[in-house]
């Protein structure tokens, strides 16, 4: 059974970067679809960004956050990471990694991370 | 970009059926995927692609999608239900709905 498991800093100060990482147990990295969501406080989800990791990785990232935003893998531990720039309050967010599963055209997230809060504030 | 459009809030019986719904443009032609958010948890995947029960998701948990709507349907809602439910495609992108907070009376 495939478990996914968030760290990083709880606070990170504006204009700097939150660096996450998702250590993935229960399974290998390869072969799959991995993305990153985050849910401000109190409000609804927002999906970030995907790597599917192989010999060929490829990577897609939300048009809002593009700019911004880089995902990584290091497969030597079965992880992968989550780099976002210049943050800023509206950043504040609870942010879960995920399992992406694809097939007929549809990608949907199972399982997901306990989740982790980073707050941007000085 | 494509919107997903849910109601703010629903409210059922217990033991009777809830139905939840997420509202798109021409939303049939497309595979809808379903989460249930209990409150401080990670969501949960309870639907996939329309019509599909992962392992371990009760039978009183449904969907279905046609037209400009899909469907979440929960049959003898029980206390646990008590969630908030999120409707999600797929359009180069990941979509989610705004959420839906339900509520067993």
């Known amino acids: 059974q495939v478990q996914l498991r968030e760290s990083g800093p709880g606070l990170v100060k504006p204009s700097e970067t939150l660096s996450l990482t998702c250590a993935v147990s229960g399974g290998s990295i390869s072969n799959y679809y991995w993305s990153w969501i985050r849910q401000p406080p109190g409000k609804g989800l927002e999906w970030i960004g995907y790597m599917y990791y192989n010999e060929n990785t490829n990577y897609n990232y939300n048009p809002s956050l593009k700019s911004r935003v880089t995902i990584s893998a290091d497969m030597s531990k079965n992880q992968f990471s989550l780099k976002l720039t210049s943050v800023t309050a509206a950043d504040t967010a609870v942010y879960y990694c995920v399992r992406t599963l694809s097939g007929w055209e549809a990608k949907w997230f199972d399982p997901w991370g306990q989740g982790t809060l980073v707050t941007v504030s000085s | 970009s494509y919107e997903l459009t849910q109601p703010l809030s629903v409210s059922v019986a217990l033991g009777q059926t809830a139905r939840i719904t997420c509202d798109g443009n021409n939303i049939g032609s497309k595979n809808v995927h379903w989460y249930q958010q209990k409150a401080g948890q990670a969501p949960v995947l309870v639907i996939y692609?329309?019509?599909n029960r992962p392992s371990g998701i009760p039978e009183r948990f449904s969907g279905s999608n046609s037209g400009n709507t899909a469907t979440l349907t929960i049959s003898t809602a029980q206390a646990g239900d008590e969630a908030d439910y999120y409707c999600q495609l797929w359009d180069n992108r990941g979509v989610f709905g705004g959420g839906t907070k339900l509520t067993v009376l």
């Open positions: 692609r329309d019509t």
